[in-house]
T-cell receptor, first 116, second 114 residues
Framework: AQSVTQLGSHVSVSEGALVLLRCNYSSSVPPYLFWYVQYPNQGLQLLLKYTSAATLVKGINGFEAEFKKSETSFHLTKPSAHMSDAAEYFCAVSDPGSGNTGKLIFGQGTTLQVKP | KAGVTQTPRYLIKTRGQQVTLSCSPISGHRSVSWYQQTPGQGLQFLFEYFSETQRNKGNFPGRFSGRQFSNSRSEMNVSTLELGDSALYLC?????????????FGPGTRLLVL
């Protein structure tokens, strides 16, 4: 069964510092991978996704992620944190071999705090 | 283009009651999925509907059910509410072209069971 692990439930960085949020997946075949962000009292917004094209994926708001098959990882990075980046971030996976299912398996989430 | 809408946004019920939540997908999207979000269990997949048929189901008891109408709008129902059903219920829509397709989430319905 597929699973997603996000290392660190809380990450704190200073404004302007590098943001690194970690995500590892467990799957027998390379899955589709997604990063979503959730602001308080809102739904999820897609930041970026990997669907077996380029391994380095660029998303919105300056975020990017690199798919590393050998490490089964899909870590999210941003060179310089902004106060508006404070939110909860979720890594998710879907199985390309499961037909057209929309089922996403989510990690537990990482809360990003940005200090001034 | 309007996003995914969910009604109501907030709901308070008591144990034993039932509740119906509604989701209107983005125009042209034929698939609607439902998720439950709680602090303890995180985001968990409930079920997915496509063309009025349930395509996939998560590991939830039969008290949780759903349906989809011909205009792709979807409802989910929870019968005999329990305290543990208190959660944010999110729906997501997509065109339904494949598993790698982006799902667009609504703002959620926050359910409190007393």
């Amino acid at each position: 069964a597929q699973s997603v692990t996000q290392l660190g439930s809380h990450v704190s960085v200073s404004e302007g510092a590098l943001v690194l949020l970690r995500c590892n997946y467990s799957s027998s075949v390379p899955p589709y991978l997604f990063w979503y962000v959730q602001y308080p009292n809102q739904g999820l917004q897609l930041l970026l996704k990997y669907t077996s094209a380029a391994t380095l994926v660029k998303g919105i708001n300056g975020f990017e992620a690199e798919f590393k098959k050998s490490e089964t990882s899909f870590h999210l990075t941003k060179p310089s944190a902004h106060m508006s980046d404070a939110a909860e971030y979720f890594c998710a996976v879907s199985d390309p071999g499961s037909g057209n299912t929309g089922k996403l398996i989510f990690g537990q989430g990482t809360t990003l705090q940005v200090k001034p | 283009k309007a996003g995914v809408t969910q009604t109501p946004r907030y709901l308070i019920k008591t144990r034993g009651q039932q509740v119906t939540l509604s989701c209107s997908p983005i125009s042209g999207h034929r698939s609607v999925s439902w998720y439950q979000q709680t602090p303890g269990q995180g985001l968990q997949f409930l079920f997915e509907y496509f063309s009025e048929t349930q395509r996939n189901k998560g590991n939830f008891p039969g008290r949780f059910s759903g349906r989809q109408f011909s205009n792709s709008r979807s409802e989910m129902n929870v019968s005999t509410l329990e305290l543990g059903d208190s959660a944010l219920y999110l729906c997501a829509s997509r065109r339904a072209g494949g598993s790698g397709e982006t799902q667009y989430f609504g703002p959620g319905t926050r359910l409190l069971v007393l």
